[in-house]
């Protein structure tokens, strides 16, 4: 689902069930989920409602890595754990991404990132260009340092949707602090650029548009503000959502920060050992107005670590769940290598529960070997996705008590290569746009 779907009041569709006890879903769901007669589904049981999920053969969001090249030296950054080549992606291996899209229907979405800065690449203007062009509605995450005013005019020009600026600081001190090299108001000044050239971009278009009335207060291209909280600049969170009021920014997503080091690991947000997170005693909250009165109840109820429900929904219920399988995406490293998710695009270290942990990469095939329909609709791969979706793995990453969570290979339960309870993705700790 894209940003404008997103963006759209929520509504409840009306099924049936037929005289043979089948659910009738209503056809203009149908395609956008990829519920296709034959199609095997997952249902998953709540308390009160059941959760459907998409089909594993339904293909979404296609992540596009353009270089794992970037201008900055991030202390937060991946690049500084792993001895992996840079490069960036050749024109024959985006060729054969774009007319693998023309393979889909709808057309999957295309978010241009992965680990290095987009705007490095010589061609990202004709790539968004290109993959505009399919029918795809286009995202890009940049460091900011690079966009400047004519880079902000191309890229508006090129069609990108949305594009989400990394800000993990407020002022100069915290922001340089976690990344080297760049200077916070040079990168505020570049969003106030892109925010004055959408708005100018959006005047014209309303001004020769017969029903002014139906300007948006988000408007395309929208901005997103991705936000890694530590310990040391979480206290920027409430300057942050400033920020974000001032340029309009759409959504501002936040992301524990991965570990790649034992220093790392001291920044940490989450505890130690994961299993704190999930209590069994349940807390059960309404919508509660926050100020002054409530503020310290509240406060202190968080503080218990009990699993807490909020109008209905549970942090357990967002565990043990791939973000990337649920919403239908696969993604493309520089070189054109097919991985299921961002996260084993590359081999690196890290820390989970405190103990070191190896994931090693998984490349299912290669673009310029296969077409991407070919790839998607792979065997091993769809069993993968399948497996992921029950997510028939280890509580590793709540236990991690044996060797065998350090690394991906297998698990007690015999699980083989590449296994997942150790994935902080799949406990909605670590998030990715």
Not at 180 to 205: D, I, Q, S, T, Y
Not at 213 to 229: C, E, H, L, N, T
Not at 302 to 329: H, V
């Amino acid at each position: 689902m894209n940003w404008d779907q997103y963006l759209e009041k929520k509504r409840k569709f009306k099924s049936s069930i037929d005289s043979s006890g089948n659910l009738v879903i209503p056809a203009e769901l149908v395609s956008a989920y990829g519920l296709n007669p034959g199609s095997e589904v997952y249902l998953t049981e709540h308390e009160d409602f059941l959760k459907l999920h998409m089909p594993v053969s339904h293909l979404t969001r296609v992540y596009i890595e353009p270089t794992t090249r970037c201008n900055l030296d991030c202390k937060t950054c991946i690049r500084n754990v792993w001895d992996e080549p840079q490069g960036s992606m050749s024109e024959e291996v985006f060729t054969k991404i774009m007319k693998g899209l023309d393979d889909f229907s709808p057309v999957p979405d295309v978010f241009f990132g992965g680990f290095g800065e987009p705007l490095v690449h010589p061609r990202i203007l004709q790539m968004i260009s290109e993959a505009k062009s399919r029918g795809s509605f286009v995202e890009l995450i940049t460091n900011g340092t690079l966009l400047t005013k004519e880079m902000s005019k191309n890229l508006i020009d090129a069609g990108l949707d949305m594009i989400w600026v990394s800000l993990d600081g407020a002022t100069p001190e915290s922001y340089a602090d976690v990344r080297m090299g760049a200077e916070l108001p040079n990168v505020l000044e570049n969003m106030k650029e892109f925010h004055v050239l959408r708005l100018r971009k959006n005047v014209r278009k309303y001004d020769s548009c017969a029903e002014p009335d139906s300007y948006r207060f988000f408007d395309k291209p929208y901005m997103g503000i991705a936000f890694v909280a530590m310990k040391r600049n979480i206290h920027d969170l409430p300057a942050i959502l400033s920020i974000a009021n001032r340029f309009s920014v759409s959504r501002v997503h936040v992301s524990n920060l991965l570990p790649y080091t034992e220093e790392m690991a001291e920044e940490i947000l989450f505890p130690d050992t994961i299993a704190e997170l999930f209590q069994p005693m349940l807390l059960d909250l309404p919508l509660i107005r926050k100020d002054s009165s409530t503020k310290e109840a509240l406060y202190e109820a968080a503080r218990t670590l009990y699993s807490q429900r909020i109008n209905g929904a549970t942090p357990s219920e967002l565990s043990d769940r791939c973000p990337f399988i649920e919403k239908g995406s696969t993604a493309v490293s520089w070189a054109g290598d097919i991985s299921p998710c961002l996260p084993l695009l590359h081999s690196y270290n890290g820390i989970v529960n405190g103990r070191e942990h190896f994931r090693r990469r998984h490349q299912v095939a290669n673009i310029t070997e296969n077409t991407l329909k070919e790839i998607w609709e792979m065997p091993d791969y769809v069993s993968f996705r399948d497996r992921v979706k029950m997510f028939d793995f280890s509580p590793c990453s709540t236990c991690g008590g044996c060797d065998l969570s350090e690394d991906n290979e297998t698990d007690c339960m015999g699980s083989e290569f590449p296994t997942c309870g150790n994935c902080l993705w799949a406990q909605g700790l670590i998030r990715c746009p």
